[in-house]
C-alpha cells in the first residue's frame, strides 16, 4: 500500500479513514488531527497553560509529545500510586514518565501517595472496602482530587487525559448497555469548570487505539507496555474486545458509534435532564477544596480512615 500524500511505502493502513501514510505524513497527520479536535470541541486556547495526566502509558506520552510538539505550554503530573502487584508498576511507569520528561526537557510533577498521605492505594482499598477488594474505586477518587488539587494550585487553565477512542466507546458502551443517563450527560471530549473544578479535556479522544500505538513506536516513545494489573477483568476490557469484533466486520463502527453519541447530545438528548444541583458547596475543612458533603471531602474521610492523625 502507498502513501495517500506522496506515494511513498504506507506504515500504516487506516481501514477506518480509508487512509494509508508513509511514516513521516503519518507522524505530521496525528498533531494535525488533535489539533482540530481542539479547535473543533473548543478544548482550549493556543496560549493556555496545559497540565498533561501522565501514566507512562503510550496515550499519555504520546499525547504529552503531540502538545508540545504543537507547541503547547504543557506540563506533565505523574501520580505514584504505590501498585506493585509484583511488577513494580507504580516504579516502572514512574521512571518512564520521568525519562520522558528529561529527554525533552519538560516539566514533570510528581505526587507520591505513600510520601503525602502515608498510604497506598492498594491499602486504601483493603482498609475502606470501598469497591469490594478491588482498588479502581479508591484510585479513581485519589486520582481526581490530587489531578485538582495541583491543576487548582499551580493555576493550570485545563487538565487533559490521554484517553482515546477505544476508551471512549467502551465507556459509552457500558453506560449505554445500563442506561446510566448521569455518566451519559457527562460524557463528551471536555468536562467543562465548575465552581472548585478545572475544566478537564480528551485531545486524542477521536484517536483509535492502534493509531497512537503506531504513534508512540514511530516516534521512538518509551512507554510502559503493561496495563495495571488491577485492570485485568475489568469491563471496559471485554468491552473493547466487543466493539474490536464489531470493528474487524465494520471498518470505523467504533467512531460512528461515538460520533453519533456526540450529534444526539448536541441534538438535545438529555437536555431535557436536569442539572444537578450544585449550588450547596462547602468548603472541605481539612484540604479545602469544595465538596457537596457537609464537613470533609470524599477524598478526606477515605486518607482518616487509614491515617487519622494525618
Ligand atoms: S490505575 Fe487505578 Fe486504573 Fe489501576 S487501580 Fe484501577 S483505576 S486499573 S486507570
Ligand atoms: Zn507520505
Ligand atoms: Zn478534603
Same mark, same amino acid.
Given at each position: 500500500?502507498?502513501?495517500?500524500?506522496?506515494?511513498? #511505502? /504506507?506504515?500504516?493502513?487506516? @481501514?477506518?479513514?480509508?487512509?494509508? !501514510?508513509?511514516?513521516?505524513?503519518?507522524?505530521?497527520?496525528? &498533531?494535525? $488531527?488533535?489539533?482540530?479536535?481542539?479547535?473543533k %470541541? #473548543?478544548?482550549?486556547?493556543?496560549?493556555?497553560?496545559?497540565?498533561?495526566?501522565?501514566?507512562?502509558?503510550?496515550?499519555?506520552l504520546?499525547?504529552?509529545?503531540?502538545?508540545?510538539?504543537?507547541?503547547?505550554?504543557?506540563?506533565?503530573?505523574?501520580?505514584?500510586?504505590? *501498585?506493585?502487584?509484583?511488577?513494580?508498576?507504580?516504579g516502572?511507569?514512574?521512571?518512564?514518565?520521568?525519562?520522558?520528561?528529561?529527554?525533552?526537557?519538560?516539566?514533570?510533577?510528581?505526587?507520591?501517595?505513600?510520601?503525602?498521605?502515608?498510604?497506598? *492505594?492498594?491499602?486504601?482499598a483493603?482498609?475502606? $472496602?470501598?469497591?469490594k477488594?478491588?482498588?479502581?474505586?479508591?484510585?479513581?477518587?485519589?486520582?481526581?482530587?490530587?489531578?485538582? @488539587? *495541583?491543576?487548582?494550585?499551580?493555576?493550570?487553565?485545563? !487538565?487533559?487525559?490521554?484517553?482515546?477512542?477505544?476508551?471512549?466507546? /467502551?465507556?459509552?458502551?457500558? +453506560?449505554?448497555? +445500563?442506561?446510566?443517563?448521569? %455518566?451519559?450527560? @457527562?460524557?463528551?471530549?471536555?468536562?467543562?469548570?465548575?465552581?472548585?473544578?478545572?475544566?478537564?479535556?480528551? &485531545?486524542?479522544?477521536?484517536?483509535?487505539?492502534?493509531?497512537?500505538?503506531? %504513534?508512540? !513506536?514511530?516516534?521512538?516513545?518509551?512507554?510502559?507496555?503493561?496495563?495495571?494489573?488491577?485492570?485485568?477483568?475489568?469491563?471496559?476490557? %471485554?468491552?473493547k474486545?466487543?466493539?474490536?469484533?464489531?470493528?474487524?466486520? @465494520?471498518?470505523?463502527?467504533?467512531?460512528?458509534?461515538?460520533?453519533?453519541?456526540? +450529534?444526539?447530545?448536541?441534538?438535545?438528548?438529555?437536555?431535557?435532564? #436536569?442539572?444537578?444541583?450544585?449550588?450547596?458547596? +462547602?468548603?472541605?475543612?481539612?484540604?479545602?477544596?469544595?465538596?457537596?458533603?457537609?464537613?470533609?471531602?470524599?477524598?478526606?474521610? !477515605?486518607?482518616?480512615?487509614?491515617? &487519622?492523625d494525618?
Amino acid at each position: 500500500m502507498k502513501c495517500r500524500k506522496c506515494s511513498r #511505502k /504506507a506504515v500504516i493502513n487506516m @481501514r477506518q479513514h480509508k487512509l494509508g !501514510l508513509c511514516k513521516d505524513h503519518f507522524l505530521e497527520w496525528v &498533531p494535525q $488531527q488533535t489539533q482540530r479536535f481542539i479547535e473543533k %470541541y #473548543k478544548m482550549f486556547p493556543r496560549d493556555a497553560k496545559v497540565l498533561v495526566a501522565v501514566s507512562g502509558g503510550k496515550d499519555s506520552l504520546a499525547l504529552w509529545d503531540i502538545l508540545h510538539r504543537l507547541g503547547y505550554s504543557a506540563d506533565g503530573l505523574y501520580i505514584s500510586l504505590g *501498585i506493585d502487584a509484583g511488577i513494580n508498576y507504580s516504579g516502572e511507569s514512574r521512571r518512564m514518565s520521568e525519562n520522558f520528561a528529561r529527554q525533552r526537557g519538560l516539566q514533570l510533577q510528581v505526587v507520591d501517595i505513600q510520601q503525602e498521605y502515608s498510604t497506598s *492505594i492498594p491499602e486504601l482499598a483493603e482498609t475502606t $472496602q470501598r469497591g469490594k477488594g478491588k482498588p479502581c474505586s479508591v484510585c479513581g477518587l485519589v486520582k481526581r482530587h490530587v489531578m485538582n @488539587r *495541583i491543576a487548582l494550585e499551580s493555576g493550570y487553565d485545563v !487538565l487533559v487525559t490521554g484517553h482515546n477512542l477505544d476508551d471512549e466507546a /467502551a465507556v459509552l458502551f457500558g +453506560n449505554t448497555l +445500563n442506561w446510566l443517563s448521569g %455518566y451519559l450527560r @457527562r460524557q463528551g471530549p471536555v468536562l467543562e469548570a465548575s465552581p472548585g473544578l478545572v475544566p478537564k479535556a480528551k &485531545p486524542l479522544c477521536r484517536c483509535y487505539e492502534r493509531e497512537l500505538a503506531a %504513534y508512540a !513506536l514511530l516516534r521512538g516513545i518509551e512507554y510502559i507496555y503493561e496495563e495495571c494489573p488491577h485492570s485485568v477483568g475489568a469491563k471496559t476490557i %471485554y468491552y473493547k474486545e466487543l466493539l474490536n469484533q464489531l470493528e474487524a466486520d @465494520r471498518p470505523s463502527a467504533k467512531l460512528s458509534f461515538y460520533l453519533s453519541f456526540l +450529534n444526539a447530545k448536541k441534538e438535545g438528548l438529555f437536555a431535557q435532564q #436536569k442539572e444537578e444541583l450544585t449550588t450547596e458547596l +462547602n468548603t472541605c475543612q481539612s484540604c479545602g477544596q469544595l465538596t457537596s458533603a457537609p464537613g470533609t471531602c470524599s477524598f478526606c474521610r !477515605l486518607i482518616e480512615k487509614v491515617s &487519622p492523625d494525618a
